[in-house]
């Protein structure tokens, strides 16, 4: 099956500091999906990206689909308290109705 | 809020006993997806469905089954729970012709 590397494991930053994580894949995906989990509660979508290269923003976070078609990059500008949660990336083949997902980064702010 | 609700959302059971999970959803979505999150590993998939009565297996099928007979009640049943399927269950849906998934609150198993 497909395999997902997300890195780094996890971040430990001060508030305001931007933040970069990325995902690799084994596979070339035709679908990169982000999401963020707070504890106790399901994952929710932030971005979702369909084309190679395309670059798309949600506030503070930007998401980029490699060129390669297997990585994916999620940016967080300017960290603040809320930012604190595990941050997942998805990826999907063609063809598949079935995601396969990162292990995830923990994000943790600093006082 | 993808009117996604699982039931029970929290529930400690011992070992050999059966077990089935709910996912209930209000919006008439055709895929529903039955995932297990534990440390270390990200989100896996158990089952899926495409519609009522059809169900695939996912990367982690064993020791479970599902059904699926009206569109919005997808069931994850575990017939013999052993200590290492205690994790957190998410059951999630496909929105419409896109390829994004929506997360439930999810249901926290215990087997003792």
């Known amino acids: 099956g497909q395999q997902l590397n997300q890195s780094p494991q996890s971040m430990f930053i001060q508030e305001g500091e931007d933040v970069s994580m990325n995902c690799t894949s084994s596979s070339i995906f035709n679908t990169w999906l982000w999401y963020k989990q707070d504890p106790g509660e399901g994952p929710v979508l932030l971005i979702a990206?369909?084309?190679?290269?395309e670059l798309t923003s949600n506030g503070r976070l930007t998401a980029q689909f490699g060129i390669t078609r297997k990585d994916s990059f999620l940016n967080i500008s300017a960290s603040i308290p809320s930012d604190v949660g595990i941050y997942f990336c998805?990826?999907?083949?063609?063809?598949?109705?079935?995601?396969?997902f990162g292990t995830g980064t923990r994000l943790t702010i600093i006082p | 809020d993808a009117g996604i609700t699982q039931s029970p959302r929290h529930k400690v059971t011992e070992t050999g006993t059966p077990v089935t999970l709910r996912c209930h959803q209000t919006e008439n979505h055709r895929y529903m997806y039955w995932y297990r999150q534990d440390p270390g590993h990200g989100l896996r998939l158990i089952h899926y469905?495409?519609?009522?009565?059809?169900?695939d297996k996912g990367e982690v099928s064993d020791g479970y089954s599902v059904s699926r007979s009206k569109t919005e009640d997808f069931l994850l049943t575990l017939e013999s729970a052993t200590s290492s399927q205690t994790s957190v269950y998410f059951c999630?849906?496909?929105?419409?012709?896109?390829?994004?998934?929506?997360f439930g609150p999810g249901t926290r198993l215990t087997v003792t």
């Open positions: 999630a849906i496909k929105g419409g012709t896109s390829y994004e998934q929506y």
């Open positions: 990206l369909y084309k190679a290269g």
């Open positions: 998805a990826g999907r083949v063609f063809g598949n109705e079935k995601l396969t």
């Open positions: 469905s495409y519609g009522v009565k059809d169900t």
